[in-house]
């Protein structure tokens, strides 16, 4: 019988579990690049899966994505932000010839995802080579990297725990090896080796005072010596076994006392349960018809809400892979040649297709959008060969649980919630500052973001009480200057940075190159020359004209349809009666007139090139033969949270604010990523096919969406070798998968 306390304890840990579940809503990313080796010159192409993190389906929450390649000190060497499109994104990076040859990490998130840690980013390691640097060559020293996993989460005193253990080697996979656990004394209480890729289990009871150490063996015969982790006097051990029918056995050892345990799957809790140890032992039946697909937590409370211990179970989906069907019209092709590829998709698919060459530098990639969605994205650290335990029922997935375990929860912020900090971007890019004077923060001021250009977009924000401010930048896209400024010179503006400072704990490989590999580099050093030499490495998608932000103006003079005037205020006094130029003592300023429904009593936003201007004196300095038109909005128009009395805006020919000399934060500031479009020749005539222009391309062809079912048509390089179509897919229902095929091209 359960008193009144213990009951409140455990229900109040289920409902702050659900309360914060409905709040955090979970993203989830897969990237899907053309290859996994590239040698710097080349392009990397890529498509974005933003997905709700429970049903798989494309999420629509989040408009931007953030991409970042990282090198192994995760110092960030490549940047950019991607536009969102119901959960889509896609686009490229260029890869310059300042990057060193090494292991990288291609990570992308949006800035929701930065409430909850970075090692739920989408994260994959790339090889990249430069080709122009002498690439190290030395042979790779063996290494062993050998963690220790107590089921539940810790070593105590004389209660038997099952300890797991991963081993990788110097390139990140699963090692051979054989080792022996010994006490302080040298004396042997437990032996272990791995069942699969490095991975296994062994017993073990710690005894009160006693330190505990591995003596290890690998395949060539070196030893090395491991500490395991330091053993509790006190605390709890949890052991889940499977009785092989519908039920897991959930067995706790620890101190006597109320106990809960909390099963959940994503944000949906299965099963909640209190229970007393009794004389050091309790136990709890799940049973799994009740669990969820997928990864499922099971955590230890006491009475006081404390977690305790916590264990991963795998339920393997019963919904298979999406089914994808390609084909090609022949197994065998010449150069410049056509191919035909037929894909046969199910209704609502949405995929991306990638044709390379495969060599001894690219290799196989094993990259898997359905195994990632199921196992690797609620797991910390890297699972080698993933969907091996989604296609094969005898793979040990639960050595996998055991060594990659962790919670996805931060479980004080469960139990106390606090607002989250960064908000999701629901319709563009946000950009965020602070205004201070004299290192202040200074609160209700306006501030504006400007790119001098031909099309004129004006940012506006307003400080909080913090000085914190904020631009919705919309339309905003690649690299431009920018002009931050507010109306008291006095004001600084810094701006923030939008990219992750979090990174994950994931290690990359260490690098070395085969020397026997010499000659394929060079070969495809020579390669990727050529082809940016003589072709375009995109195609750039035309861009529809946009009007001004303020739309169409009630009145719009160019200045070539009149007579000129060599000072700017002649112009405004003889050709605008909308705006009355006004003159005090030496310092000038503009009132808007002529609406009889409106009475002006403020100075309009005066902009040139769509950055504003407060001095109105250095307007009427300007060359008037430099400005080709001018825009009058003859009303009260409200932009953000600011209001202007009208708007008066100045256009240059060449968008380069006519010589006027902008006051303020002046900045170079890179938005969301221009569309481009993969560029593939065509060799559609007996002209083109003798051309003597060579074609070296190794990437024959990138689709990042195709959503029918259709025939795909491109062409073979004069390249020979044999070539991989590698297509990976989400629908609308969240069914996710990967097809693969290969092809031969011919000297």
Same mark, same amino acid.
């Given at each position: 019988?359960?008193?009144?306390?213990?009951?409140?304890?455990?229900?109040?840990?289920?409902?702050?579990?659900?309360?914060?579940?409905? %709040?955090?809503?979970?993203?989830?990313?897969?990237?899907?690049?053309?290859?996994?080796?590239?040698?710097?010159?080349?392009?990397?192409?890529?498509?974005?899966?933003?997905?709700?993190?429970?049903?798989?389906?494309?999420?629509?929450?989040?408009?931007?994505?953030?991409?970042?390649?990282?090198?192994?000190?995760?110092?960030?060497?490549?940047?950019?932000?991607?536009?969102?499109?119901?959960?889509?994104?896609?686009?490229?990076? +260029?890869?310059?010839?300042?990057?060193?040859?090494?292991?990288?990490?291609?990570?992308?998130?949006?800035?929701?995802?930065?409430?909850?840690?970075?090692?739920?980013?989408?994260?994959?390691?790339?090889?990249?080579?430069?080709?122009?640097?002498?690439?190290?060559?030395?042979?790779?020293?063996?290494?062993?990297?050998?963690?220790?996993?107590?089921?539940?989460?810790?070593?105590?005193?004389?209660?038997?725990?099952?300890?797991?253990?991963?081993?990788?080697?110097?390139?990140?996979? &699963?090692?051979?090896?054989?080792?022996?656990?010994?006490?302080?004394?040298?004396?042997?209480?437990?032996?272990?080796?791995?069942?699969?890729?490095?991975?296994?289990?062994?017993?073990?009871?710690?005894?009160?005072?006693?330190?505990?150490?591995?003596?290890?063996?690998?395949?060539?015969?070196?030893?090395?010596?491991?500490?395991?982790?330091?053993?509790?006097?006190?605390?709890?051990?949890?052991?889940?076994?499977?009785?092989?029918?519908?039920?897991?056995?959930?067995?706790?050892?620890?101190?006597?006392?109320?106990?809960?345990?909390?099963?959940?799957?994503?944000?949906?809790?299965?099963?909640?349960?209190?229970?007393?140890?009794?004389? &050091?032992?309790?136990?709890?039946?799940?049973?799994?018809?009740?669990?969820?697909?997928?990864?499922?937590?099971?955590?230890?409370?006491?009475?006081?809400?404390?977690?305790?211990?916590?264990?991963?179970?795998?339920?393997?989906?019963?919904?298979?892979?999406?089914?994808?069907?390609? %084909?090609?019209?022949?197994?065998?092709?010449?150069?410049?040649?056509?191919?035909?590829?037929?894909?046969?998709?199910?209704?609502?698919?949405?995929?991306?297709?990638?044709?390379?060459?495969?060599?001894?530098?690219?290799?196989?990639?094993?990259?898997?959008?359905?195994?990632?969605?199921?196992?690797?994205?609620?797991? %910390?650290?890297?699972?080698?060969?993933?969907?091996?335990?989604?296609?094969?029922?005898?793979?040990?997935?639960?050595?996998?649980?055991?060594?990659?375990?962790?919670?996805?929860?931060?479980?004080?912020?469960?139990?106390?919630?606090?607002?989250?900090?960064?908000?999701?971007?629901?319709?563009?890019?946000?950009?965020?500052?602070?205004?201070?004077?004299?290192?202040?923060?200074?609160?209700?001021?306006?501030?504006?973001?400007?790119?001098?250009?031909?099309?004129?977009?004006?940012?506006?924000?307003?400080?909080?009480?913090?000085?914190?401010?904020?631009?919705?930048?919309?339309?905003?896209?690649?690299?431009?200057?920018?002009?931050?400024?507010?109306?008291?010179?006095?004001? *600084?503006?810094?701006?923030?940075?939008?990219?992750?400072?979090?990174?994950?704990?994931?290690?990359?490989?260490?690098?070395?190159?085969?020397?026997?590999?010499?000659?394929?580099?060079?070969?495809?050093?020579?390669?990727?020359?050529?082809?940016?030499?003589?072709?375009?490495?995109?195609?750039?998608?035309?861009?529809?004209?946009?009007?001004?932000?303020?739309?169409?103006?009630?009145?719009?003079?160019?200045?070539?349809?009149?007579?000129?005037?060599?000072?700017?205020?002649?112009?405004?006094?003889?050709?605008?009666?909308?705006?009355?130029?006004?003159?005090?003592?030496?310092?000038?300023?503009?009132?808007?007139?002529?609406?009889?429904?409106?009475?002006?009593?403020?100075?309009?936003?005066?902009?040139?090139?769509?950055?504003?201007?407060?001095?109105?004196?250095?307007?009427?300095?300007?060359?008037?033969?430099?400005?080709?038109?001018?825009?009058?909005?003859?009303?009260?128009?409200?932009?953000?949270?600011?209001?202007?009395?009208?708007?008066?805006?100045?256009?240059?020919?060449?968008?380069?604010?006519?010589?006027?000399?902008?006051?303020?934060?002046?900045?170079?500031?890179?938005?969301?990523?221009?569309?481009?479009?993969?560029?593939?020749?065509?060799?559609?005539?007996?002209?083109?096919?003798?051309? *003597?222009?060579?074609?070296?391309?190794?990437?024959?062809?990138?689709?990042?969406?195709? %959503?029918?079912?259709?025939?795909?048509?491109?062409?073979?390089?004069?390249?020979?070798?044999?070539?991989?179509?590698? +297509?990976?897919?989400?629908?609308?229902?969240?069914?996710?998968?990967?097809?693969?095929?290969?092809?031969?091209?011919?000297?």
């Amino acid at each position: 019988m359960l008193w009144a306390g213990q009951v409140f304890a455990q229900d109040a840990v289920r409902q702050a579990f659900e309360q914060y579940s409905q %709040k955090a809503f979970q993203e989830k990313v897969y990237l899907h690049s053309d290859r996994s080796f590239y040698i710097v010159g080349e392009t990397l192409w890529f498509k974005l899966y933003v997905v709700d993190g429970t049903t798989h389906q494309p999420a629509d929450l989040s408009k931007v994505a953030y991409l970042e390649l990282l090198d192994a000190s995760h110092a960030p060497v490549l940047q950019s932000k991607v536009s969102l499109e119901k959960g889509k994104g896609h686009g490229m990076l +260029i890869l310059p010839a300042t990057l060193n040859s090494g292991r990288y990490h291609l990570r992308a998130y949006t800035n929701w995802m930065k409430n909850f840690g970075a090692d739920l980013y989408f994260e994959k390691p790339l090889t990249i080579v430069n080709s122009f640097t002498k690439v190290p060559t030395q042979e790779k020293e063996p290494q062993l990297d050998l963690q220790f996993f107590p089921e539940g989460g810790h070593l105590v005193e004389s209660l038997p725990s099952r300890v797991a253990f991963r081993g990788i080697n110097e390139n990140g996979l &699963g090692s051979t090896f054989s080792g022996t656990i010994l006490n302080a004394a040298g004396e042997t209480v437990a032996t272990f080796r791995p069942e699969h890729l490095g991975m296994g289990s062994f017993v073990l009871t710690p005894k009160a005072g006693e330190t505990y150490r591995a003596v290890v063996k690998d395949a060539a015969g070196t030893q090395r010596i491991y500490t395991l982790p330091d053993v509790q006097k006190s605390g709890y051990v949890l052991t889940v076994q499977d009785t092989g029918k519908d039920e897991l056995e959930v067995l706790i050892a620890g101190p006597d006392g109320r106990v809960s345990l909390l099963v959940h799957t994503q944000r949906s809790v299965q099963q909640s349960e209190s229970s007393i140890v009794r004389q &050091g032992e309790t136990q709890f039946w799940v049973k799994k018809s009740d669990l969820l697909e997928g990864i499922t937590h099971l955590t230890l409370f006491n009475a006081n809400r404390q977690p305790l211990c916590e264990r991963l179970y795998f339920k393997r989906p019963q919904r298979p892979a999406m089914k994808l069907g390609v %084909k090609s019209d022949k197994a065998a092709y010449v150069r410049r040649e056509k191919i035909a590829l037929s894909l046969q998709l199910p209704d609502s698919a949405d995929v991306s297709v990638a044709v390379y060459r495969l060599d001894s530098l690219q290799g196989d990639a094993s990259e898997d959008i359905y195994s990632y969605l199921w196992l690797n994205s609620d797991l %910390k650290g890297t699972v080698e060969a993933p969907a091996d335990y989604l296609t094969d029922p005898t793979t040990n997935v639960d050595l996998v649980m055991l060594t990659h375990g962790w919670s996805r929860f931060r479980w004080n912020e469960v139990m106390r919630p606090v607002p989250f900090r960064y908000i999701p971007e629901y319709e563009t890019h946000l950009l965020y500052g602070k205004v201070t004077v004299n290192q202040q923060p200074v609160a209700k001021v306006p501030v504006y973001l400007a790119a001098p250009g031909k099309d004129v977009w004006l940012y506006p924000a307003l400080s909080d009480s913090a000085g914190r401010i904020f631009f919705q930048m919309k339309h905003f896209e690649g690299m431009n200057e920018v002009v931050v400024q507010t109306a008291d010179t006095l004001q *600084r503006v810094e701006l923030e940075s939008s990219f992750s400072n979090q990174f994950s704990s994931r290690p990359l490989p260490a690098f070395s190159f085969d020397q026997t590999l010499k000659n394929a580099l060079l070969d495809r050093s020579i390669q990727m020359q050529v082809r940016n030499a003589y072709q375009p490495l995109y195609q750039a998608v035309p861009v529809t004209d946009t009007v001004a932000f303020y739309g169409i103006a009630e009145k719009t003079y160019k200045l070539d349809d009149y007579t000129r005037f060599p000072v700017l205020e002649e112009v405004m006094r003889e050709y605008v009666p909308e705006v009355d130029v006004r003159r005090h003592q030496s310092q000038f300023s503009f009132l808007m007139l002529g609406r009889a429904e409106y009475s002006f009593t403020q100075p309009p936003l005066v902009l040139m090139d769509g950055v504003p201007v407060f001095d109105v004196n250095k307007v009427l300095a300007l060359d008037p033969l430099r400005i080709r038109r001018l825009d009058v909005v003859n009303r009260r128009y409200f932009l953000g949270p600011l209001l202007f009395e009208g708007i008066v805006s100045f256009r240059s020919y060449k968008g380069d604010l006519a010589g006027l000399q902008p006051e303020g934060l002046v900045t170079s500031y890179e938005g969301v990523q221009a569309q481009r479009e993969f560029y593939s020749p065509r060799y559609d005539t007996p002209q083109q096919r003798q051309s *003597r222009t060579a074609d070296f391309r190794t990437l024959l062809y990138w689709a990042p969406q195709i %959503k029918a079912t259709q025939a795909l048509d491109f062409y073979t390089s004069d390249l020979s070798g044999t070539y991989q179509v590698v +297509i990976q897919g989400l629908s609308a229902q969240g069914d996710a998968g990967s097809q693969r095929m290969t092809f031969e091209v011919q000297k």
